[in-house]
């Protein structure tokens, strides 16, 4: 079946530019996480929602960082006013309910800000 | 806070050598350990878990024990294929806040035929 996808896979955005970041987790899976990888680190958590409800944004790293769920399927995770070190890569992944240890992973978006 | 710490790579292997990658962590009460793995040009995947000490998590000829006294879950293969290469990722998850995995650096293996 269809795994995680995310789009779009890379995207350049000059400083002071708003991003959106697309998120369409496994049909089902009623949890769905946000991660940034930093060049050459693991994943970081970003933030956590089940269902449509945002349960946990402990990880955000400013108020520039929005993330969202409305219909409790499709996430987007916007950026604003980019910054140079907001440059990483995102990582979507989706789990059923309980099996939070089993988080299936999407290839990610690549952000570069100039 | 929790954190994971694995050994630095890359590592590079002939086909059908021994494979050890070190992950140790720290954490608060009885974390829950992974070893998530992403092959070229693919998300992560789950790998092997193992959610109390002393159990041994294996998968594809993988194996790693949780081991409480040393905070170690080292990944072990016997025999390494070309198709084993991909960076490697051990994490942890614990406490109230079990849905979030804290992740290491990643290692990256390569296999030569």
């Known amino acids: 079946g269809a795994g995680v996808s995310q789009s779009p896979r890379y995207k350049v955005a000059k400083r002071g530019q708003d991003v959106a970041l697309r998120c369409d987790p496994i049909s089902g899976h009623v949890s769905l996480f946000w991660y940034q990888q930093a060049l050459g680190q693991g994943p970081e958590f970003l933030t956590y929602f089940q269902n449509e409800a945002q349960l946990d944004k402990s990880g955000l790293p400013s108020d520039r960082f929005f993330a969202e769920r409305p219909e409790g399927s499709v996430s987007t995770l916007k950026i604003q006013r980019t910054q140079q070190e907001d440059s990483a890569v995102y990582l979507c992944?989706?789990?059923?309910?309980?099996?939070?240890?089993?988080?299936?992973f999407g290839p990610g978006t690549r952000l570069t800000v100039t | 806070g929790d954190s994971v710490t694995q050994m630095e790579g890359p590592v590079t292997l002939s086909e059908e050598a021994f494979l050890t990658i070190n992950c140790t962590y720290t954490?608060?009460?009885?974390?829950?350990l992974f070893w998530y793995v992403q092959y070229p040009g693919e998300g992560l995947q789950l790998l092997l878990k193992a959610t109390k000490a002393d159990d041994k998590g294996s998968n594809k000829g993988f194996e790693a024990t949780y081991r409480k006294e040393t905070t170690s879950f080292h990944l072990e293969k016997g025999s390494v294929q070309v198709s084993d290469s991909a960076v490697y990722f051990c994490a942890l998850s614990s406490g109230g806040s079990n849905y979030k995995l804290t992740f290491g650096k990643g290692t990256l293996l390569t296999v030569n035929p």
């Open positions: 992944a989706s789990s059923y309910q309980g099996r939070y240890y089993e988080q299936y």
């Open positions: 954490a608060t009460g009885y974390p829950s």
